[in-house]
């Protein structure tokens, strides 16, 4: 990876410096002092550039705490965490933390890198110990609190990631709402799974009380009246969707299709999409207005071409090529070969769009995969 060769590279002139270091710390032999030979050993800057095994064992042995040694072993451990070499941050941040003498603040700063070593380790038990512990003293609150936070992600534990975050929303002094909306959205999902179906529709509604703009709360809200026979509480969940953002309308118009026809009231989704397209352009109401014409049996093709002419897209051309090859014999072979070349082209086209990093994965997903940011996909804009 280029990040971690990067570092790797920053590892050789360290390796330089640590040598430098060395040479100035511990005099030669004929210099020294009241010292013992066995620990400043002769010839040591050479070592840590050949061997930097023996070098890193050689530092861990020596018990100096004053600022320059103590700062360059910070800086080797969190090089070592760095390019993944783990094990090795440990040992340099656990031989600090052993040594007496140490001031408060470079035991508290091992601390937290510890802490992120074990991390990075997986050893989320010791982690999860030391950020609180760095958390309880007042320490590196906000990234030991932000740690924390990622750290509870990982182990699915909603919960404590939701009471962290308020405490982090507490130090940052902004607002952490529309995450703390995502984390009661999986508390309702995880409760969906066990078909705890109250509980998910209370959780659902705590987090657009959280955050009235949470798009997946009512996306959730409206699957769980749908699916306990509650159609008219479901569209009423569904239509919010566009008015929190409009982006994410294509999402909710095949579940409102389904309620309304419940309902036995087809003419009220029609309505719908009439209003829809008024107030927002979005190609998928255009996509729904033409196939609901086509279930009424009427051509959508003089419709599609109007549209279309102000709002390119593509499944909008693949039904306005279907309408135009029912309507023509003698073209109909070229519309098919001009619509199977579309379709190819439609279905290696990723679906959303990450804000945040730029991934385009074919689903939703709530956290993006790529950057683990939350609520940074979007469906992918079709014009
Ligand atoms: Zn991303």
């Given amino acids: 990876m280029p990040d971690s060769l990067a570092l790797a ?3 050789l002139p360290l ?24 620990q400043y050993p002769a010839g040591f800057a050479q070592t840590a ?17 004053d600022d320059q040694t103590v700062e360059l072993h910070l800086t080797l451990g969190t090089l070592f965490r760095k390019c993944g070499e783990v094990d090795r941050a440990l040992r340099l941040h656990e031989s600090l933390l052993m040594r007496t003498g140490l001031s408060p603040a470079h035991r508290n700063r091992a ?19 030391l950020f609180k512990q760095l958390v309880g003293q007042g320490m590196f609150l906000q990234p030991a609190l932000e740690s924390l936070v990622t750290l509870y992600e990982q182990a699915y534990d909603w919960r404590q990631a939701l009471e962290t975050a308020r405490q982090l929303e507490a130090v940052k002094g902004v607002s952490l709402r529309p995450l703390i909306g995502h984390y009661y959205c999986e508390l309702s999902e995880a409760a969906r799974q066990r078909e705890d179906a109250t509980e998910a529709l209370r959780l659902a509604g705590r987090a657009l009380s959280e955050h009235a703009g949470c798009v997946r709360a009512s996306l959730l809200q409206g699957a769980l009246h749908e699916a306990s026979g509650q159609p008219a509480a479901a569209v009423k969940s569904y239509r919010r969707v566009p008015e929190q ?31 829809a397209e008024e107030l927002w352009v979005s190609p998928a109401v255009v996509l729904a207005r033409a196939q609901m014409m086509q279930k009424e049996h009427q051509d959508p093709g003089a419709y599609l071409m109007e549209r279309l002419q102000r709002q390119p897209q593509w499944r909008g051309l693949d039904l306005l ?39 385009r994965p074919m689903a939703l997903f709530w956290q993006c995969p790529s950057c683990r940011q939350w609520g940074t996909v979007v469906p992918l804009n079709e014009l």
């Fill in 111 to 129: 601390r937290f890198e510890l802490a992120q070593d074990f991390h990075s380790a997986g050893v989320m038990d010791r982690a999860e110990a």
């Fill in 245 to 275: 953002d409009a982006r994410f309308i294509g999402e909710v118009l095949i579940p409102l299709q389904r309620c309304y026809e419940k309902l036995h009231s087809p003419a009220a989704y029609r309505e719908f999409l009439e209003e």
């Fill in 49 to 65: 550039r050949q061997d930097s095994d023996q070098a890193i064992a050689a530092l861990i042995g020596q018990t100096g705490t």
């Fill in 9 to 11: 590279w920053l590892m």
């Fill in 321 to 359: 090529l279907q309408s135009a090859t029912e309507s023509s014999s003698t073209l109909a072979p070229l519309y098919k070969g001009l619509r199977d070349a579309l379709r190819a082209v439609m279905e290696k086209r990723p679906g959303y769009d990450c804000q945040q990093c730029g991934f």
């Fill in 15 to 38: 390796g330089v410096a640590l040598g430098w270091y060395l040479c100035r710390r511990w005099p030669k032999p004929q210099e020294q002092t009241g010292k013992s030979p066995s």
